[in-house]
């Protein structure tokens, strides 16, 4: 009972804090830069896997294979999958004029799951001139980790009487880990102009009167890495893309009645006339009631994408009138600024 009032009481006082705060939260759309700029000047690209395994560790790879209870070809295969979905999503992008896949050249990696050594650079401008593109796309290394783990539990089967009867059942769950890395080579310039490693988690149950019989019940994993690795093919196109995103900001919604008059405002959609209600208050002779008031006019100033007037706004409420929290809204939409300025370039070519 004294456990039951005191998880009352904290709600209570949960419900209270969150009916009491002076601000309301609300999210905006934003863009950012894409992580990869690529330059005006590409217009062709050329896709390379170098995530095959070299002859001197290809006992290692069947060694890993054999551990992780893999297919012999699944690597290859999901590899595969990875750079033709590379392929199609820099294809449907009408910056590019050209996107080839150079699947002719046989290199060697150094190593399971890690980045091999940067190729030559004059063994880029080689391949890069032999295919008419201007940068290379390169699939540095693919791995795939399977572990499996049994659960013995029972099941009825019926016997050689046609009687049910419990028999020892096993479930195995093959959990795979497909480890990926990409780089970017530019002939031209003789840098690399992205690196970028990610894994993602795929798994797959099957049941059987044994070990081995579970495993070998197990249906659709292959299918299943396929699937994930084209996902990873695309997440590295988007890359060269700017990202849309969701940003949240908080509003005062205290301090007089056109405040609060201005939060059902809000609510409702109407944020010019939250904002005309804000207006109002800019010369109260509370201090603090003219801070928030500066503070609210730079939040409609950003949703009306006017981040200059809105960094002038959220300066007034911490300079004129010490309102903490516009000092980190400023940092905030400095960050905007730096963004849109890198979008602006981006968006140029």
């Given amino acids: 009972m004294r456990k039951l009032n005191h998880s009352l009481g904290m709600l209570c006082l949960l419900l209270l804090l969150v009916s009491c705060s002076a601000t309301n939260r609300l999210t905006m759309g934003a863009v950012e830069p894409a992580p990869v700029y690529l330059s005006p000047e590409i217009q062709t690209i050329g896709i390379l896997n170098r995530s095959m395994a070299s002859e001197a560790h ?14 012999m070809q699944l690597d290859a295969k999901g590899a595969r999958a990875a750079v033709d979905a590379l392929k199609h999503e820099l294809g449907a992008d009408d910056r590019f004029e050209a996107v080839v896949l150079i699947d ?6 150094k190593g399971l799951g890690v980045f091999p050594a940067t190729m030559d650079w004059d ?42 009867v419990n028999v020892p059942y096993h479930r195995v769950t093959l959990n ?38 579970a495993i070998e019940a197990v249906v659709g994993r292959e299918e299943a890495v396929k699937e994930q690795s084209k996902y990873l093919g695309n997440r590295y196109a988007w890359r060269t893309r700017p990202v849309r995103k969701r940003i949240a900001r908080d509003y005062f919604v205290r301090g007089t009645q056109n405040f609060e008059i201005a939060k059902r ?10 904002a005309r209600l804000w207006e109002q208050e800019l010369d109260h002779p509370s201090r603090k009631v003219a801070g928030r008031a500066c503070y609210n ?17 959220a300066s007034r409420s911490y300079t004129d009138y010490k309102n903490k929290e516009a000092l980190r809204y400023m940092r905030m939409l400095n960050f905007r600024v730096a963004e849109q300025a890198e979008l602006d370039r981006q968006l140029s070519r």
Wanted: some cysteine; aromatic content about 10%.
């Fill in 58 to 71: 290809e006992g290692i790879d069947k060694i890993d294979r054999i551990l992780s209870a893999e297919g």
């Fill in 104 to 109: 002719s050249v046989t290199l060697e990696r």
């Fill in 123 to 164: 063994y880029v401008k080689e391949l890069c001139d032999t295919y008419g593109v201007d940068v290379l796309f390169a699939l540095e290394f693919y791995d795939t980790e399977t572990q499996p783990s049994y659960q013995l539990t029972t099941r009825q089967l019926p016997n050689s009487f046609g009687i049910k």
């Fill in 176 to 213: 795979t880990l497909i480890k990926n890395g990409w780089r970017i080579y530019d002939p031209g310039q003789k840098i690399i102009l992205d690196e970028f490693a990610s894994q993602l988690p795929v798994s797959a149950v099957g049941e059987g009167l044994n070990p081995v019989k």
């Fill in 265 to 274: 405002r809000a609510q409702t959609g109407d944020w010019d006339g939250a």
């Fill in 297 to 313: 006019m730079a939040i409609i100033n950003e949703i009306n994408g006017d981040l200059e007037k809105a960094i002038e706004w």
